[in-house]
């Protein structure tokens, strides 16, 4: 089972900053915060990844509490295309390299 | 540039005939996963390989097998469809095994069996 929880769907206005919320409780010491995204038909794409400290590139940030229990994914300026099933995941450093994809927060941009 | 290529993109098969799909990769990565994903699902690995070792989930059927003749190719045979197996078939690729590494997808191949 996925050790995430993420709720099932979130509208965000285009222009503005869409902020995807991901519950991790369980998290280990040596696991990552991977966050991927899903446009309809494509491939899972990769945003960004975490382990303690907040994370910033072309895309997106994601933010990780202090005790990493949760963390959220900013997109800072929202666009049509945007519109995705967003995948939040814990990974461990090492070891067993199972991806276990959750059900996802489905990021539905208004115009 | 395309980076991880999977041909092809649409493919149709009769119930019980063998179907290969194939995945290719400009990365040259060390890891090539191949995932399912069913209508309204999220993505579920069936297995990868690490270079030339094979690592099989456990819940995946014997009837998926997978080769990777070199570092650039992986296969995913699958020696008798099934109607539950349409699916989306994704392959990804990683430098390394871990959640040090990212996982860059393919397209994906839609696969339909009649």
């Known amino acids: 089972d996925a050790k995430t929880t993420q709720p099932p769907s979130m509208d965000c206005a285009e222009g503005r900053a869409a902020n995807l919320p991901c519950n991790h409780s369980?998290?280990?010491?040596?696991?990552?915060v991977y966050w991927y995204r899903q446009i309809h038909s494509q491939g899972p794409q990769y945003i960004i990844h975490g382990l303690k400290n907040n994370e910033t590139n072309e895309m997106a940030s994601l933010i990780i509490t202090e005790d990493r229990k949760s963390s959220t994914l900013i997109l800072p300026h929202a666009t049509l295309r945007d519109t995705a099933v967003y995948y939040c995941i814990v990974r461990p450093s090492g070891g067993d390299d199972k991806i276990i994809f959750g059900k996802g927060t489905r990021l539905h941009i208004l115009p | 540039d395309a980076m991880v290529i999977q041909n092809p993109r649409y493919q149709v098969t009769q119930f019980g005939k063998p179907v290969t799909l194939s995945c290719s990769q400009t990365l040259n990565h060390n890891v090539m996963y191949w995932y399912q994903q069913k209508s309204s699902q999220a993505p579920k690995l069936l297995f990868h390989?690490?270079?030339?070792?094979?690592?099989n989930e456990a819940d995946t059927p014997d009837n998926f097998q997978s080769r990777r003749p070199n570092t650039s190719f992986c296969f995913l045979d699958i020696r008798s469809p099934g109607l539950g197996d349409a699916a989306m078939y994704l392959c990804?690729?990683?430098?390394?095994?871990?959640?040090?590494?990212?996982?860059?997808f393919g397209p994906g191949t839609r696969l339909t069996v009649t």
């Open positions: 390989y690490y270079d030339k070792d094979f690592n």
């Open positions: 369980t998290i280990s010491g040596n696991e990552y």
């Open positions: 990804a690729t990683s430098r390394g095994a871990g959640g040090t590494y990212e996982q860059y």
